[in-house]
């Protein structure tokens, strides 16, 4: 079945780099959409970027300075790099997969991680 | 960006009872919208896509509707595993996003 799993460090300094991965499985990054979002604790959902199956990306432009996505298809691995973390990047990150493959218009996250608490603090 | 405005922003229903959840978008988003539920510590679930089509293994009594700007969320009939947080998201423009919730709980 459709899995996603991420994983990475639960603390991070102010300052530093965040790298985050996302370990799939039951689906090919060749055909799905990936995508990051985060949640800071007790507050909403914001979309960070995506992975698109054709290996193109896509950046929230408050965070496109700062974020980079990749990926790794012989591994199932989706990556996420972000520097220069503040105290306001604490949360919990999320990978997510689109509803179709080889998707153009359907942007909805129809699978999710189980997410991971990502703590920026000195 | 376009900016999604979700009403309440919290309620409380009985078993039984019909509930709605609003979402205003800052722009006609063409039926780009989708409906999620959180649970405390879980992550979102999808439940509505495309304003109004259900995704697949969620109970009937969950329905989407709305056009333009405007959107609404409704279950017919409260259950207790509907309490949580609905989010609505725009999928029409980069950057997808959100509005900042509803929690709705078992009065």
């Known amino acids: 079945q459709v899995q996603l799993k991420e994983s990475g460090p639960g603390l991070v300094q102010p300052s530093q780099t965040l790298s985050l991965t996302c370990t799939v499985s039951g689906f090919s990054l060749t055909s799905y959409n990936v995508h990051w979002v985060r949640q800071p604790p007790g507050k909403g959902l914001e979309w960070m970027g995506r992975m698109r199956y054709n290996g193109d990306t896509s950046y929230n432009s408050a965070l496109k300075s700062r974020l980079s996505i990749s990926r790794d298809t012989s591994k199932n691995q989706v990556f996420l790099k972000m520097n220069s973390l503040q105290t306001d990047d604490t949360g919990t990150y999320y990978c997510t997969r689109d509803r179709l493959p080889y998707n153009n218009w359907d942007n909805w996250f129809a699978y999710w991680g189980q997410g991971t608490l990502v703590t920026v603090s000195s | 960006d376009i900016q999604m405005t979700q009403s309440p922003a919290s309620l409380s229903a009985s078993l039984g009872e019909t509930v709605t959840i609003q979402c205003r978008a800052s722009?006609?988003?063409?039926?780009?919208l989708a409906w999620y539920q959180q649970k405390p510590g879980k992550s979102p679930q999808l439940l509505i896509y495309g304003a109004s089509s259900l995704q697949d293994g969620v109970p009937s009594r969950f329905s989407g509707s709305g056009s333009g700007t405007q959107y609404s969320l409704k279950i017919s009939s409260m259950q207790t595993e509907d309490e949580g947080v609905y989010f609505c998201?725009?999928?029409?423009?980069?950057?997808?996003?959100f509005g900042a919730g509803t929690k709705l709980e078992l009065k």
């Open positions: 722009e006609d988003i063409y039926s780009g």
């Open positions: 998201q725009q999928g029409l423009k980069y950057p997808y996003t």
